[in-house]
């Protein structure tokens, strides 16, 4: 009978990869968050303080009870496609993640989201919950850097299509603006290229030469299923879509009007701009953002940052009920891979590092 390797001896296929750490928090990691609660409590406050605060007060005051109660149902609901999305990725690396398993981790990521750095903290936090519950660790870190990408990627191109639609709402403001995020976005990744090419992978320790082995198997079995890629980057598009939507129907209790078009553009780069680390779950970037992309466009700041609170404080209940149905989904969870194993991920050719060896 098949028993999983230890994480604590170095043996086949598992050697060498241990959970993610971060997850505890420490005395430094105590520090930054409250510097990251600083940050996020100064860029309000100055918004606050710059923003008309009659309109601002007004346009918060303007979203019915009966939106929120509905706004937060939906947005916990459209995160189902996330958690779909995120085990069907990482299972084309080969994880072997469980459903439940994978909806119960992603809604304690969501949670995670609001306490730890950016989103970042939420992929950790994820990933250290569903580690005893995958066949394959490697396969689990790969497929949830995919799945991240990928979400960036549907972010970029739908900010690249309302920016191409919206060329014609603010004039000549519009094509200078996705101009210079474009050229932007280009010199990062040319720079981030050239770092990977230019590092040096042989000076690095065995134990770390051997972690990037078991990924790049992992990465074997996903370039392998890369035509089933486009379903989660589809996946993707359609669960940013849909909170893009039901952000722009709470902006219209604020008394925002402005194009779905000129929404497509702005909403996308908001998003990016606030996995930026330097805030609590980008609190304070996203509303600074939203604002500075709507104005070529004649949209109030203020109603832009109302649209935006409004929103934040949907993603921090939602993120909350996310949590407490993580814990409920817990007292049911599938038995661990270590105890039981796990059966071959349809579609995906087990190799001889992952699979089940006779005992």
Same mark, same amino acid.
């Given at each position: ?28 990691? &105590? *520090?930054?968050? #409250? ?50 999305? &995120? ?31 950016? $989103? @970042? ?9 569903? &580690? ?5 660790? #490697?396969?689990?870190?790969? !497929? ?12 970029? *191109? ?18 200078? *603006? ?12 040319? @720079? ?11 000076? +690095? ?15 074997? +079995? ?18 940013? =879509? !849909?909170? =893009? ?16 078009? @000129? &929404? ?10 606030? =996995? ?8 304070? $970037? ?15 700041? #203020? ?57």
């Amino acid at each position: 009978m098949w028993e999983a390797p230890s994480w604590r001896h170095a043996g086949e296929g598992n050697a060498g990869m241990r959970p993610p750490r971060g997850v505890r928090a420490t005395g430094r990691a &105590w *520090v930054a968050a #409250a510097l990251r609660l600083a940050a996020s409590a100064v860029l309000l406050s100055g918004l606050w303080m710059v923003l008309p605060r009659q309109r601002l007060v007004a346009a918060l005051a303007g979203v019915p009870w009966a939106a929120w109660a509905a706004a937060v149902p939906a947005f916990l609901l459209l995160h189902l496609l996330g958690a779909w999305k &995120w085990r069907w990725t990482a299972n084309l690396a080969g994880s072997g993640l469980q459903l439940r398993d994978a909806v119960r981790c992603y809604y304690a990521g969501l949670f995670g989201n609001t306490l730890l750095p950016s $989103i @970042v903290g939420g992929d950790v936090l994820r990933a250290a919950l569903a &580690w005893r519950r995958v066949r394959s660790p #490697a396969g689990l870190v790969l !497929g949830s850097l995919a799945d991240r990408m990928l979400d960036v990627l549907a972010l970029a *191109v739908l900010a690249a299509g309302g920016g191409v639609l919206a060329a014609s709402e603010a004039g000549t403001a519009t094509p200078l *603006v996705f101009g210079s995020l474009l050229a932007g976005g280009l010199a990062a990744a040319l @720079v981030l290229g050239a770092g990977l090419w230019l590092f040096r992978f042989r000076k +690095l320790s065995w134990r770390w030469r051997r972690k990037l082995a078991l990924a790049r198997r992992a990465g074997r +079995l996903l370039y392998q299923q890369r035509a089933r890629l486009l379903v989660s980057l589809a996946a993707c598009t359609m669960l940013q =879509m !849909g909170l =893009m939507g039901l952000n722009l129907w709470l902006a219209s209790f604020c008394g925002l009007r402005a194009a779905w078009r @000129v &929404w497509l553009f702005a909403w996308p780069l908001g998003k990016l701009a606030a =996995m930026v680390p330097v805030t609590q779950g980008g609190i304070g $970037i996203r509303e600074a953002a939203l604002a500075g992309l709507l104005r070529p466009f004649g949209v109030p700041a #203020a109603l832009a940052v109302a649209a935006s609170l409004v929103f934040e404080g949907v993603i921090i209940l939602g993120s909350l009920a996310g949590g407490l149905l993580a814990v409920w989904l817990g007292r049911w969870g599938s038995p661990c891979v270590a105890q039981h194993g796990v059966a071959a991920v349809p579609g995906v050719r087990a190799t001889a590092w992952e699979a089940p060896h006779a005992g």
